[in-house]
């Protein structure tokens, strides 16, 4: 009898056992560690952009700008990456008038406009600092302040009289988001649009 005939079968059978040994462990792996999906992907790469994102945050008024119902969301964003807060209220001085003038209609809009918004942040557990700024064009001053602030991020609220038109974005918020250094965010409210100021509208709401 030749010694080969029953040295084979047992090395064939050694290598298919092998194998399946190495399919199943491969198998097993891969279970325990699949690959990360499309979302996975996606969901880490936005938690990494918004740290990124996230620092110095400003969020901008003015007479044509209403930015109260993502003051809320503002608010949450700076508590939850302990950035600092500054809701900025930007007067545009016309030229027939020094750049000093006095407007009393505007900037008693301004101060209401931001006590509101320290409401809002005070009841998000987060300070806020307020600036009243006066410039012959708001988009510059809004891009000299967030410079000066080192913001990573502005948000804008959308246009007074644009959301009852079905424009809500303004040819300002349009070059502001064009031209500025770090990231804007648009906030345009819905016709519900109470969702972003939450309990701090409530708070506002005359009781009768």
């Known amino acids: 009898m030749n010694p080969d005939a ?16 190495a399919m199943i462990a491969a198998t097993f792996w891969w279970m325990l560690h699949p690959p990360s999906s499309f979302v996975e992907r996606q969901a880490k790469k936005a938690a990494s952009e918004l740290e990124r994102m996230v620092g ?4 901008l008024f003015t007479p044509e700008i209403v930015s109260s119902h993502m003051m809320a969301l503002a608010a ?26 006095e ?13 509101a918004a320290e409401t809002i942040a005070k009841n998000n557990g987060i300070s806020v600092r307020t600036e009243i700024v006066k410039a012959r064009s708001t988009k ?9 602030e080192r913001a990573n991020l502005l948000v804008v609220g959308d246009h007074r009289e644009g959301r009852y ?6 040819r300002t918020i349009e070059e502001i988001a064009a031209d500025a250094k770090c990231d804007v965010l648009i906030g345009v409210e ?14 506002q709401t005359p009781h009768t």
């Open 165 to 170: 038109l079905g424009a809500p974005l303004s």
């Open 103 to 115: 407007m009393p209609l505007e900037e008693r809009a301004a101060l209401d406009a931001l006590g």
């Open 6 to 21: 029953t040295v084979h079968p047992h090395i064939v059978g050694a290598a298919i056992a092998i194998a399946l040994f």
């Open 56 to 59: 110095s945050i400003i969020v």
């Open 76 to 101: 949450k964003l700076a508590r939850g990456e302990r950035s600092e807060l500054l809701a900025l209220y930007v007067i545009e001085m016309p030229y027939t008038l020094p750049p000093d003038a």
């Open 140 to 148: 510059q001053a809004v891009l000299d302040i967030a410079k000066r």
């Open 190 to 203: 819905g016709k519900h649009g109470t969702l972003l100021v939450g309990e701090a509208a409530d708070d």
